[in-house]
């Protein structure tokens, strides 16, 4: 068992890289359930107990806890202020089984044994210390329930037609997500992290999400152009001097000609891991 003490010891040391620009949530708000959770859908049922780790605007959120009502849903995120957004969410639906709190990964205040199903998405990749953090998932999971995550993997990213920008702006987010102390390659050690944090029955699986078509394309690259002069991550490039303002404008700009190419396409693989709980 792990004590209080020992759990607010492990205090999350990473800069979450996105922040919550209009622009970031363009995306969280799309993630659903079907297109984000798909390999944990399997696993749900009415009446199961669900702590959502990472919560952001809480759209995957409000589909988990319309799947196990009238089970409860613990919705939690590091930052209150995307919280309200979650709330909302759910409010729209008219869910009654959801409750939401500030958490921090590395030291969640429940008892153990609380859940039936502790879940992630896209949180491994932004934390101090992943494998910390999934032994702190294992901890409030009560015996043979399951442990979840998902995260992309950004030096799998595939796209075409190929521009020497946007080679560029990969190397840049590897630079400056990790210097944040985020590993944005984490979907490729989601099995390796779980192994290190205990798990000995973990069911590992990828899936993807591919843009394409004109809609897809427009939308994908318009938000990264976005995300990379007006987000958090764009003030974290220029202040840990990885990039000047003019370098993200020519990135963004390069982002929004590809996206005028009808043949553009562009795929987004992610590991997933299934753990049970002896």
């Known amino acids: 068992m792990t004590h209080a003490s020992e759990r607010t010891q492990a205090r999350e040391t990473a800069v979450y890289t996105h922040g919550h620009h209009e622009s970031v ?36 959120t409000a589909d988990l806890a319309a799947l196990v009502a009238p089970g409860r849903v613990t919705a939690v995120d590091s930052a209150e202020d995307v919280l309200g957004k979650a709330r909302a969410a759910a409010r729209e639906r008219g869910l009654e089984n959801v409750e939401f709190a500030v958490a921090d990964v590395h030291a969640l205040d429940f008892p153990d044994d609380s859940f039936d199903v502790v879940h992630a998405h896209q949180v491994l990749q932004h934390v101090g210390d992943p494998v910390r953090a999934l032994r702190e998932m294992r901890r409030v999971c009560r015996p043979g329930g399951i442990v979840a995550a998902r995260d992309s993997d950004y030096g799998a990213f595939t796209w075409y037609p190929e521009r020497s920008a946007l080679d560029g702006w990969m190397d840049l987010y590897h630079r400056v997500a990790r210097a944040n102390g985020g590993e944005p390659d984490a ?22 999400w591919t843009f394409a078509g004109p809609e897809e394309r427009a939308w994908w690259s318009g938000l990264w152009a976005d995300r990379t002069t007006g987000s958090s991550y764009a003030d974290l490039a220029v202040e840990g001097g990885h990039a000047t303002r003019a370098e993200l404008a020519e990135v963004a700009a390069a982002w929004r000609e590809w996206g005028t190419q009808e043949d553009a396409w562009f795929m987004v693989p992610h590991g997933e891991v299934l753990c049970r709980v002896p």
């Open 187 to 208: 979907g490729r050690r989601l099995f390796a992290w779980a192994r290190e944090a205990g798990f000995a029955d973990v069911a590992a699986s990828g899936s993807v």
């Open 25 to 60: 949530l363009r995306s969280h708000t799309w993630r659903t359930a079907a297109n984000s959770a798909a390999y944990l859908l399997g696993e749900l049922r009415p009446g199961l107990d669900v702590l959502d780790v990472g919560c952001g605007p809480g759209t995957i």
